[in-house]
């Protein structure tokens, strides 16, 4: 059993949720539904995003972009009925849009080329002025409803991974910087207190930024901030009609990844430029069973912990399994990106960010396993994790390893003599809603009852307890971690009245 | 550890939900508030009785009985501006009144004689033909407002506990009978079909029901039912001012009270008559701390799985902790009656209810610690329990007791080869929010904060599993029971699509 | 003025609400949209239709049929992720699904013909026999999900308006049969309880009744009900992007229609056989301003007055502007065909149906502006109109007319000395939203608090009076009817109870 | 008809909303209500008061002060079970309290005299440190529930109406001022910034006032604020069992009543200290019809438009007719005080306050019929009311005088050609629901369909128009203004999109 002595206060050293800036979504047409925003309400108030960032705002089925044939002339149409809906819904729900500009109107398309079952044209535009015209109008309609406050929060990010073939035609670099050109001087002409960057690649493609960050200083155009995304799923994939596995690297080769990037920036001409992770997760795919896992959590608990050194924004990919890039989710549980699965059952995922939602500004301790925190009020809040990794590779192993609980025995300093314990915990046993689902032989589309029964699974195990300091002024806490654990930890001071019952005596009820 | 065969049916065996009938409250006019409507609510929701009844309607703070003073008379004036509103929000929440005719309105009152907090007064009427005029305004009214069908289903009681001396004069029996007569008469004036009952005696004064049953055969008066109270704790009594304990008799000294009643009514002129119990606890005191025990939940079980064989209701006094006989409640927890504690917070007795409204009509097995049945649609659901009793007499006794663990195996036939499991348990560490409190120094007016910490310490354990039918057509199941462990069992049958998830397979991911 | 004398009484004759049994939607799959639900939740509260009809069942944006590649075979997966997730939610509003059978799966389709901006595929299956199985593993879920019971509750109706070759490739008649007659063997080996119809036409073809009660006859196909559309707009039809104007029938035209294929019906091999208008309106088209007017309204009320006569469903297309056959809506009002438009403000013939349930069933009177009705509590309700019709043709002759009011006594015989009287009127000042609308300026995309002003505008007048009968035993009501009024006029018992309080002096307070 | 020319701006001079600092209400005890809530949370939304002020804060049935008789010592308990809960609902509903500390908890009175059915004690303290303590611990705990900072805006006012002898036993002044110096002391200690004050007179008293302000000069007492009552009834009254009238002065007595009041302060030793109405209406009786009337509200318009001159609260009682002065209500309308009538329904007075809600901070004109103020966006709010006054004596007067509707014509500059002009009304007709209930026959306990159409009834008069300014600039808006009638009228720019509508032609829909 390891034994770690947290110190009272260390200097300086703050905890940054970059984590609960932004969260991400299947695309924005989808936050027309009902079970959409009935998730959305659930994870703010569990965990409470600042922004909201999905593709397809200028797709066909929001619908903004259309054209009207008169007699001597085609006009552009600008249609805000269901964007003004979509936005209204997220503001009232206290989550502020992060605009990704994208993809194509068919009406604007320079080709055919499209993604995703919904259909997403990733071509440049036909016409560029057309393209800033219309980006002009969008912003301008922002201000409009929104007042030019409001709107200078919202970061305005151009397009997404230009460098993959599918998001970009041809990934052509000199094609996309032309459009993030064309963008970001359309939004300044609006209002030059407006916030514009890119370039939304994916990873392993840093030379994108270097090269992004060259062509924005030579050419003079504008960049308020950079983004990129970050997966861990390595090399091979198996697929499989509906369900693909992979390998995922370790916890500590994204967090190499992003310290790397964030020297890019830094050695750029552009350094200390925001650096906002606008995508992360551990697989890039929604048929990918692992986010449905409790591992997912464990796993992914460390890059919460540790990657706020680099970045200013890590966002997850996404928050809800109300998503159709492959198609419509055919079973209750298929591996979907969300933190929440269908019918707004949290999945472990959830309850890892609802944790780290619990967390203090003051950083007392951090390992690879644990995260020791004090809040603004004195009491104390800690996480601890354990993944236990079994990827396809793994997998072939031969025997599969039984893997042993951590065991971790962790000192806290603490001002009083006792002290009041609240634990909550995620492991392969309690939250685990996959677990009791599979147990019920996996069905697809499950009656209302077995949603219940489901949705009851999900809950974290919950326990108190009052613990003593001891007499070198530390409260003493014992914490074994089983497969895939993620614990919660909150201390908080004792002011006890129990002395007030007069004639209390616990004996007469048993105890 | 003990192995119990479930037979695959029991000929015409039904379980009789008797406590599902009705549930006691606070004083009626309690019923305006919102916090009580709330756990009314909840209560509803979660286990669903049919009636609901409580002391007061006639009372001054309802206000249904107010007199003008004229110039030359002294005019009756019926307000049913309080009473609509509360027995709509009843109507509302699918409960209907089991309407308690008491106490004595001021104005109408022989003397000054009150009882609780709250000073209803206990004395006969000053005047019985008034009294009647109130009653048959009452009732008219009713029925005028929710229809003779409506209201022909709602039990009339004629007062409460007549033979205890604060709840009526000098408990004065003739007395007593004169008011049910004139009740009686006065109800059925207004139509036949209305039903009448009493004499709502409370326990230890059986000679009452004899003499009551004797009274009304030979005065031809109505009578449609016999009510009767059982409350288990015994002498002595140990008082504070805000506390009190008791020791509690055995478990089946209260079945075997209400058997002797059921065979003083089938030899009484009335033989068949309906026996409702309108109110039964531990404890008769609200502030005895038992009652926010998990004990009492695991005492309660076996009365709530026998008593039915005796009476056609067993009314649990009562639903919730809004309650005001001896004073505003003082803390959080205070031994108050109630399923639900202030803030709508669930008791252990409450999830015991919760649990035993999953049973299904076919009994299949019973003992003292175990019920068995069978649902409709073919499912098992099984509760079991196991209280330790500490009384105060039991807690003095030196050294305390460590008690064991309850095992058990059950073998029940199941007619496939998989079943799926789901199981609740409440116990000392699960679903006892009484625990959780203590721990944080028994905040009696805790913040929200604590209040919620408490709300989640009030959840049953919750697991699930996947079982086979050994070779003899049976599922083996076991059972822990700890320490007031009261458990749900639920069987269902498994519809397996694992199979048609192509490519599937869990090593990927770690299983 | 016109004097109408109402009868006390009229054997036998009831006003039947067929105008109740169904509404129509936009497609299916706009059901998982948060507005259109508010929307409907909205409509079943204040009219509370039955059944609800709508296109799309089948396309590939609800998503049911699919299709996996696998090493050897196609085989068809069957997805009813979406499809529960929209019945569910109309059952939760105690509305049935009135079953639509189309349009075709992409995967399933013999060409790629497509309507409306949905791209909804209007050819032919490709293979016969694989829709056969898609239409037995769909009915087999409904009734696996909703039990047996519930789902022979639901008409299926094979497609829709086949005798258009928008709506069916080529409009061809004997294909549509094979359509037919594949689709109702195939509900019927599911179950032969179920219920099936056809052939949905439009106005305008009803030779193709005759042809289809013939082949179903020769062929022994099953029929349950026969369905028909029914719209009162003529030719000609002026065209803008986003608008038309059309002519209107006068009233009685659509009544004359409907008795035609009544007839038709009688005189097949299938005499009595339920017919269904499964879609009515003024006009067909989804741009036309016509369904955002008062007119609307007063010139349907004689249609839901009198059209019960001939048909046992009279299905109003549709409740909401949450649609999109055109394209997404591209301001507030835009002539879309909902009782409800965006923003859940209620239209005039929201009202108009809205106030024809609150009719009773027994007809003591009718005429082309009036109907009166009695209630089973003895109440009188009766609706007035007065529509003014200014269409195309008749908008273009000088000068306009200018209407005059409208005026009616009305003699009611009533069997008290006094009455209360609740008037609802809409007209061109009180119920209109578009009115205000228009003096805004038609804000494309109003913000909230314009939005507010609207529904604001969208309530009926309301007034009350106290009537006195005269000394022949009734009731003189006059109505001066405005400009397309429709007022609803309810009349009920007075219990008078001003005589209680004691002192009352009105003149005190100014009356 | 009068011309009134509206300056385009008026330096300097704002409308203070006064009236919207503070509202009453029924006893403290009541808002455990539902009913009472739900008014509450209706009231703020729609009109949205700061504070909230009412009696018998620590008065027996909330509960605070107890004593527990222990074996040697009788103990005082602080209970905070209520009050938490009910401050709890206040600020949720964003109001907070204005705490009046009374009245007397029997254990500490001095005396048995009580007033009002719910019996307050209005004795002086038996033991003023016993006071004093009890005070402290109030203070310290809503200090250590709410925050510091937050009960610092918490105004603590002594008592209520001690120049009463009902009120405040002997109406004796040197035993309040006793009582006053106590208290202000005691909060003092807890924090010194913390505001107290008083005398919470009844008007007719002013030389309390002087005597007070004297004596916390002389005395060093702490005084934040001056609080007084003004009604506007004067006598004779006439009194019945349920029911009294009263004459009522002309408006403008109580603004002459108020402007004293301030010169009072002012000449006082503490000129310029904030002076607050805790209490106004017009008659000082909850069975005065007068509550329930139009007259109510056309009459309190001018006080609230002049009134905020000299005060800095003008706290309206009460909002809600749950309320228990006299007894419990004997019927949907009775006189009562509230804002809201039982059931939830708006009063004209409601609609009064509602529509001053909309008022501008820059006021442009007033006169004794009209208030012209202009928005922070440029819009203009006018309120224009028309009282007609028929009280007990002048209801004598033969003939009555039917009053003719007072027409005014409004001159407003406007910047721009056209302007969107919306209208609300209530008068006789629209807006009174007392009316409709009348006809109804008073119905004391209406169905659930009566008190609908009661509530429909309750809705102000709507209407919208487009105006064009003249030559001159201005609007010209002509209102005529019938009985007792108040309009807020709300003119505002209008964006005009009409001309993007391609094809429009209104004369196609008859317009």
């Known amino acids: 059993m390891e034994t770690i002595r947290i110190p009272a206060t260390v200097k300086g050293k703050t905890y940054k949720a970059a984590w609960k800036q932004c969260v991400g979504t299947g695309r924005i047409g989808l936050a027309l539904q009902k079970e959409y925003l009935e998730a959305l309400e659930f994870v703010q108030e569990e965990i409470g995003f600042s922004y909201i960032r999905g593709h397809g705002l200028l797709s066909d089925d929001v619908g903004i972009y259309r054209e009207d044939r008169l007699e001597n002339e085609i006009k552009p149409f600008y249609n805000f009925t269901y964007v003004d809906r979509i936005f209204d819904s997220f503001l009232d729900l206290k989550i502020r849009p992060f605009v990704e500009l994208g993809f194509m109107p068919k009406k604007l398309a320079s080709g055919d080329q499209t993604l995703f079952y919904w259909q997403a044209n990733t071509t440049p535009p036909k016409d560029y002025s057309k393209w800033a015209e219309l980006i002009k109008a969008v912003v301008k309609h922002f201000i409009s409803r929104y007042g030019l406050e409001e709107v200078r929060q919202w970061p305005f990010e151009v397009w997404n991974e230009p460098n993959l073939r599918g998001f970009w035609k041809d990934a052509d670099m000199q094609e996309y910087f032309k459009l993030y050109k064309v963008t970001a001087h359309a939004i300044k002409e609006v209002d030059s207190g407006l916030k514009v960057g890119g370039p939304a690649i994916c990873g392993g493609a840093d030379h994108w930024l270097t090269a992004f960050l060259d062509f924005c200083h030579k050419e003079q155009v504008p960049v308020d901030f950079v983004t990129r995304h970050a997966y861990t799923s390595s090399r091979p994939v198996k697929f499989f009609p509906h369900l693909i596995y992979q390998d995922i690297y370790e916890n500590d080769h994204m967090i190499n990844e992003l310290r790397t990037v964030r020297e890019i920036i830094d050695n750029s001409p552009f350094s200390g430029l925001p650096f906002h992770i606008t995508e992360f997760n551990t697989s890039w795919s929604p048929w990918n069973p692992i986010h449905d896992t409790v591992f997912n959590a464990a796993y992914l608990a460390r890059i919460l912990s540790e990657a706020p050194d680099y970045v200013d924004t890590l966002s997850y990919w996404t928050f809800s399994d109300v998503f159709e890039e492959n198609d419509v989710p055919r079973s209750l549980f298929h591996g979907g990106f969300g933190l929440v699965a269908l019918n707004n059952i949290p999945k472990p995922t959830f309850h890892l960010f609802s944790f780290f939602a619990k967390m203090g500004d003051e950083e007392l ?139 209390l005596d616990d004996r007469m009820i048993g105890y």
Do not use: C
């Not at 108190?464 to 300091?469: H, V």
């Not at 806490?477 to 004639?503: A, C, H, Q």
């Open 365 to 503: 301790y951090r390992d690879k396993n644990l995260l020791v925190t004090r809040r603004k009020d004195g009491s104390i809040a800690l996480a601890a994790w354990n993944p236990v990794y079994f990827g396809p590779t793994a997998a072939t192993a031969e025997p599969p390893v039984v893997p042993k609980p951590k065991e971790l025995e962790i000192l806290i300093p603490f001002p009083k003599e006792e002290a009041f314990l609240k634990k909550q915990t995620i492991n392969e046993d309690y939250g685990n809603p996959l677990k009791t689902w599979m147990q019920m032989g996996r069905p697809r589309f499950p009656s209302k009852a077995m949603v219940e029964t489901v949705r009851q699974a999900a809950r974290p195990h919950f326990s108190t307890y009052r613990l003593q300091t001891g007499g070198d002024g530390n409260l003493r806490l014992r914490l074994s971690l089983g497969k895939n654990e993620v614990t919660l930890v909150e201390i908080t001071e004792i002011n006890d009245e129990t002395g007030t019952y007069i004639g």
